[in-house]
């Protein structure tokens, strides 16, 4: 009888449990400064930024359905608000948030998490490598610091001093996996090198410099806007945008989520949680967020699977804000820099280069569009264009599949057909026929034709009406189900 089995199964629990814990601790560190830093850019108090981040984070840690996500405030929603903000204020965004968050729920609860599905691979690849390079270069932004004269980049000995602990930091995230895995690579590196500049007194800018984050609980509290229509026309299309922005996000993140632990997760659940989370978040005085990539990819490369690791990182938050600010200020801004290079390294699919010589043009130009207007545009605009892109290629690809085989016989002719027809299909479908030369009676055989759209109703009458006008009849046979179904629906006769 195997006794060790119970024991080794509680420790491999255990284990887990730990991974989870350091997996959750470290990608809260790496959530602070961005979190600051998206609030700074939409001209709010950086403790709005937190307080989004701990509840997002944690709501849909604790009722999502992709464990090992990370979301939290995020800069792809912080750059939509920019404008919203500047005219009409903080309390405007709260109640924009709160129908944002409104919006996501329906779109779960309307079952539409499914539509992720339709993102081809290579918008896919695209997003992946435009927010790599986003990562990367959000983070030259601490290469700068404030003087008399304005915003200028570091020089001299302090930018020495931030390169030096910005290497040190990556040196440690890349070899320590080869020494030891008992702890996050991420994690060891943060806290190492913030203990060496406090032991070393080293003058480098520090988490604090950013922003003071010491607060209280957050309160619940209905936004100082009044509740009508002109306020709902105000905040409606930055809602929409931002219900937008966030799902695209999210959805995209959980796919890659998907792939890299290798199981399945429920978009509809978690698009009611993200949307549950913004809700909470706009009431308690947060900004709205989605899921993080860069976040994301640190708690899973520090081992973190389960819900237990999101639930940290958002707990963790909290608790930076309550009690623990005068360590967490402390944390030097180069460590943080170097974990988010390696991050963007390692979620840039470095693959994709080797194969776009490979794979056909038109899905290299996808890749290379999506990256490039991810990185100078919008994420939903690159999404839709890749979308278009990709969308337009499989039209016109599948356009030209459409051929027939003709059969001639003394008395008919039978047409028969193959392929899809739809929308750009019709054209080529109607040069196949030549109803002039044709005998009286001609059979359309659609055993192998896949009637599409309206589109390809409307060619089916005006080939019949073609006839007609020739003094001929065109009879159509071997018509599916589906195919059937459609022509009775449109009143159209098989002939």
Known sequence: MNTASPTHGRLTELAGIRSNVLAGLTSSFALVPECIAFALVAHLNPLMGLYGAFFICTITALFGGRPGMISGAAGSMAVVIVALVAQHGAQYLLVTVVLSGILMVLFGVLRLGKLIRMVPHPVMLGFVNGLAIVIAMAQLAHFRQSTPQGEQWLHGSALAMMCGLVALTMAIVYLLPRLTRAAPP???????????????????????????????????????????????????????????????????????????????????????????????????????????????????????????????????????????????????????????????????????????????????????????????????????????????NFAWQHAREIHVHVEDHPEDKIYVTRGTLFFASTARFHELFDPAKDPSQVTLDCAHLLLADHSALAALQGLIERYRKAGKQLRMKNLSERNRHLLLRAGMSAG
């Open 186 to 392: 991420a994690l060891i590196a943060i806290i190492g090198v913030g203990i060496v500049t406090q032991l070393l007194h080293l003058p480098t800018r520090t988490l604090g410099d950013m922003a003071h984050i010491a607060g209280g609980l957050p309160s619940l509290h209905l936004p100082d806007v009044p509740f009508d229509l002109t306020t709902l026309r105000i905040v409606l299309p930055y809602a929409v945008l931002i219900a937008i922005v966030g799902l695209l996000e999210t959805l995209l993140t959980f796919n890659l989520t998907d792939e890299i632990t290798g199981t399945r997760g429920q978009p509809n659940r978690e698009c009611v949680a993200l949307g549950a989370a913004n809700i909470a978040s706009g009431l308690f005085g947060g900004m709205g967020g989605c899921a993080m990539i860069g976040q994301t990819m640190i708690n899973l490369n520090s081992g973190g699977r389960s819900r237990l690791s999101g639930v940290v990182s958002g707990v963790m938050i909290l608790m930076y804000i309550l009690f623990l600010s005068p360590l967490i200020e402390r944390i030097p801004l180069a460590a943080l820099v170097g974990v988010m290079f390696v991050v963007a390294q390692q979620t840039f699919a470095w693959g994709s280069l080797r194969v776009l010589g490979k794979v056909p043009r038109n899905d290299a130009l996808v890749i290379v569009a999506v990256t490039i207007i991810t990185v100078f545009s919008d994420l939903a605009i690159a999404v839709l264009c890749g979308i278009v892109i990709a969308a337009l």
